[in-house]
Structure formats: structure tokens, C-alpha cells
């Protein structure tokens, strides 16, 4: 079992930057895709971003409004976490934020990939 937890989120105006964490115990994710997804009231949970186990792939959403160009993720195996910045935040970026991971070590884009889930932090982008 792979427990995350996610933390980092929080209320900024537009134009404004977070860093969301996501620590991982239990195993090591060393060697699990890792995801972020969101959730925003009244919809389905989309992708954010992915990267391989070995931070050598990285996947963005690419739908309106993407994140892609103003979000990052990255991950630092040797503390077990992974991170998600973002900048240049909108209001439409306002969701409950989870982070995954997916046994193997592709990114996957689905959230029916991953096997393990966070509790989510909260993110309000204040107009």
C-alpha cells in the first residue's frame, strides 16, 4: 500500500503562484507513475500532469484553459515526493487537487490508471 498525502494548497489571488506537495509512505514511488488530478464542484475529475518513475516523461493536460506552460510537476525520489507548481493561476484553476500513483513506471493520463490516491488539498483562485 502507497499512502499520499497532499499539501501545499490554499487561497491566492489571480496571477499567483502554489506548490503543492505530495508525500508518499508505505513504499517507496521510486518506481510508480505519478499523476495529478482535480476536482472542481459540480464536475469530473480531470488530469493535470504525469511523470514516469524516472522523471524522464512528463504529460500535461491539454484541454481550454490548460495548464500546460504555467504548471510543472516534478518529483524527488529520495524524499518520496512529488511536487506540482503553479503559476499564473486563474480562478477556473479553483479545485480540490489529489495526487496519484500508478503502479508501473508509465504516466498515465486516465485516473482509472492509478491505484493509489491522496485525500486532495483544496486550491481557491480569488478573482
Known amino acids: 500500500q502507497v499512502q499520499l498525502i497532499e499539501s501545499g494548497g490554499g487561497l491566492v489571488q489571480a496571477g499567483g503562484s502554489l506548490r503543492l506537495s505530495c508525500a508518499a509512505s508505505?513504499?517507496?514511488?521510486?518506481?510508480?507513475?505519478m499523476g495529478w488530478f482535480r476536482q472542481a464542484p459540480g464536475t469530473e475529475r480531470e488530469f493535470v500532469a504525469a511523470?514516469?518513475?524516472?522523471?524522464?516523461?512528463?504529460?500535461?493536460?491539454d484541454y481550454a484553459d490548460s495548464v500546460k506552460g504555467r504548471f510543472t510537476i516534478s518529483r524527488d525520489n529520495a524524499k518520496n515526493t512529488v511536487y506540482l507548481q503553479m503559476n499564473s493561476l486563474k480562478p477556473e484553476d479553483t479545485a480540490v487537487y489529489y495526487c496519484?500513483?500508478?503502479?508501473?513506471?508509465?504516466?498515465?493520463?486516465?485516473?482509472?490508471?492509478?491505484?493509489?490516491w491522496g485525500q486532495g488539498t483544496q486550491v481557491t483562485v480569488s478573482s
Open positions: 496519484a500513483a500508478k503502479s508501473g513506471s508509465y504516466a498515465g493520463t486516465r485516473d482509472y490508471e492509478y491505484d493509489f
Open positions: 508505505g513504499r517507496t514511488i521510486s518506481r510508480y507513475g
Open positions: 511523470i514516469s518513475w524516472s522523471g524522464g516523461s512528463v504529460y500535461y493536460a
